[in-house]
């Protein structure tokens, strides 16, 4: 049923102080005609692509040289290229503010609290950029680092892009084979690693993992040990090549950092697919796309600018992270958290809202559902009168999790539910602060990003479900993937399905009002008695029962078609007999359809999750019908895939 009102409606006064607003005033002006809608905006942002995004270099304070050319070959996907004359640094970018406010606070559990000044972060950017080129690091030589969300991790990345080298970087959580699969395939030359970190309260030694690793990576001129458990030295020592962070920087005194302007499709970052069908892909992208569209995004979809205090809940290993760090792009303070997000309980991160004054607030669908379950109201224990955004990606958002955010976290925010990928570094739909929010709704595409849902044959549907596309390019298209001379994995990836069309692989529905719905990955999709059926719409019913901790949902192949098969983590006394069964079905059954009730319901103990939290339907869909897993090592907590193995009551 269409809710028929929304859930919550920008202010006459905060829709005139959105950037959005001023953009679109200037895109009026630009293009000679008043446009007096988002939707007008969006058409011609996609229509006239030259005209904005040049407007949007100007609008962004985008620093260094566009060139006369915006767009080249642009009907080629892949091929196309934006700026190709321009010339830029991104971390010129990043770094264009100065001064004694704060650059970045930090919180490690409630074991470090730290700040940084803008002044102190040139300082150390600096430190660390004479350090790299004392190692003789050149434009397009990688920088790897496998780090928690902490400041070193930022300013080093920022110092390797000052000088033209590629960042790449993964959480210290992962296993060393996890870290070998990724940084093993782009030859990193400097290897940057903690001595440790907490979670849970805990410390977690990491330095005999860093030392395995360092063996395997040939190449390597040296490893960076940062101190984060006290304990640097101690771990480099016993490190071949290895020095502690601050000693490496010792000898350096901070001076003005320097910046190597380069062409826009210089590669920055080299992302990693999750690799749970295989080994991870290196997705590789460029400096100039990933900034035009996050300065685009950040600014004028996520309203963020300069004095806000910008927060998403991220490790170094998600693509979040890279959103995140960007916003020092557009002035905003960066407030890091590592560790866990539950200790020592679920107000951890309110806190760190409340007691900073945040005004954005990112987190992941499971994050907020988790809350809710938790029984928690953090309206009623927390002030939270700064947050004007709240933001959630990671997975679809359920109705009833869009309903918790304003019964009980806050009632005027902003609540943007956000979708895109580690494919393009950004989003494809996201939020629009000056729009209305619906209930189970991400607002609209992103401007410039001509996306739509197509059927099977690559027709436009509406009020039908399909695959998420977009018909045009766009700057944020990866470069190509590492070790992939002649594009091949590239275009087999997105371009294949629809030639000269990106299709994303995700499953997804416009609504009535010019949003969106994303009912899960396309590749996870059911489809009993060939009908598409998205794994969220199940999620979005059962998860709501209070005797339901999560759940996970699988297409099982069998008699010559596929089954609904259900797995159920219980909450704390729940038992999954009979009558819980019925209720299950019944709940399901009038939420979504009789087609959605799943033909087996089992209860399991665990439920397996990538490391950035997603649960991975494909690695057990592989363990149930008795296919090898290609990638342990991209799960949290693989040991869990054991609970899925030759179970008997899917084998009738």
Not at 201 to 206: A, P, Q
Not at 254 to 272: D, N
Not at 338 to 357: I, Q, R
Request: overall charge negative; glycine content about 10%.
């Amino acid at each position: 049923m269409t809710a028929l009102s929304p859930l919550w409606k920008p202010s006459a006064q905060r829709v005139a102080d959105a950037a959005l607003t001023r953009f679109r005033a200037a895109a009026s002006a630009r293009a000679g005609t008043e446009f007096t809608t988002y939707a007008e905006l969006h058409r011609w942002s996609i229509e006239e692509r030259e005209a904005f995004w040049r407007l949007v270099w100007q609008f962004c304070g985008v620093v260094g040289e566009p060139g006369e050319k915006v767009l080249a070959d642009g009907d080629k996907m892949p091929g196309a290229a934006f700026f190709p004359e321009a010339r830029l640094n991104f971390a010129e970018n990043l770094l264009r503010r100065t001064g004694p406010e704060d650059a970045i606070v930090f919180r490690g559990e409630d074991k470090v609290a730290r700040r940084l000044s803008w002044d102190d972060l040139h300082a150390l950017v600096s430190r660390l950029q004479q350090v790299f080129l004392s190692l003789g690091v050149k434009p397009g030589e990688r920088i790897a680092a496998m780090m928690p969300n902490m400041p070193e991790t930022v300013a080093a990345m920022l110092a390797a892009t000052s000088i033209g080298a590629v960042w790449s970087s993964c959480s210290p959580d992962f296993g060393e084979q996890g870290v070998l699969d990724r940084f093993g395939q782009i030859e990193p030359v400097v290897f940057i690693a903690p001595d440790g970190y907490y979670y849970n309260g805990k410390e977690i030694d990491v330095s005999a993992k860093v030392a395995a690793v360092a063996e395997r990576l040939p190449g390597l001129r040296k490893v960076l040990v940062v101190d984060y458990l006290g304990r640097a030295g101690e771990a480099a020592s016993g490190i071949g090549n290895a020095e502690a962070l601050e000693a490496a920087i010792a000898p350096f005194t901070p001076g003005k950092v320097t910046f190597e302007r380069l062409p826009f499709s210089h590669p920055l970052y080299i992302l990693f697919s999750s690799g749970t069908t295989g080994i991870p892909k290196c997705i590789v992208h460029s400096a100039g796309g990933t900034l035009i569209q996050h300065v685009k995004e950040l600014r004028l979809h996520a309203g963020v600018g300069e004095g806000d205090r910008f927060f998403y809940f991220t490790t170094c290993g998600w693509m979040m992270w890279n959103w995140l760090v960007s916003g020092l792009a557009v002035g905003a303070t960066l407030l890091l958290y590592d560790g866990s997000p539950f200790y020592p309980d679920g107000n951890v991160l309110f806190d760190f809202a409340d007691a900073e004054k945040m005004t954005y607030f990112g987190t992941s669908a499971k994050f907020i559902d988790s809350v809710r379950k938790a029984g928690l109201r953090p309206m009623d224990s927390h002030d939270l009168s700064s947050v004007r955004t709240i933001s959630s990606t990671g997975s679809p958002l359920s109705p009833e999790d869009f309903r918790f955010v304003y019964d009980g976290i806050r009632k005027d925010v902003h609540l943007a539910s956000i979708s895109g990928g580690t494919d393009i570094v950004s989003c494809f739909v996201l939020g629009v602060p000056t729009e209305p929010v619906w209930e189970g709704e991400i607002q609209a595409a992103g401007l410039g990003m001509a996306v739509d849902v197509w059927d099977d044959a690559g027709h436009p549907v509406r009020g039908e479900k399909g695959e998420l596309v977009c018909t045009r390019a766009f700057p944020a298209m990866p470069i190509g993937f590492w070790n992939d001379p002649d594009g091949a994995k590239y275009r087999a990836a997105y371009f294949e399905r629809f030639g000269n069309v990106w299709c994303h692989g995700d499953f997804a529905e416009w609504t009535a009002h010019g949003g969106i719905v994303i009912h899960g990955r396309s590749d996870a999709t059911l489809n009993p008695g060939g009908v598409r059926i998205g794994t969220a719409e199940i999620y979005n019913q059962v998860e709501k029962m209070p005797e339901i901790a999560e759940a996970l949902c699988i297409g099982q192949d069998w008699e010559g078609d596929v089954r609904v098969v259900l797995f159920v983590r219980l909450a704390e006394g729940a038992v999954l007999g009979e009558a819980l069964e019925k209720a299950i079905r019944t709940k399901i059954r009038t939420g979504a359809s009789p087609r959605h009730v799943p033909a087996r319901i089992v209860a399991v103990t665990d439920i397996p999750r990538t490391k950035s939290g997603k649960i991975t339907e494909l690695a057990v869909r592989d363990i149930v019908h008795g296919r090898a897993v290609k990638n342990m090592e991209a799960l949290a907590n693989p040991e869990a895939l054991e609970l899925y193995r030759d179970l008997p009551a899917l084998q009738s």
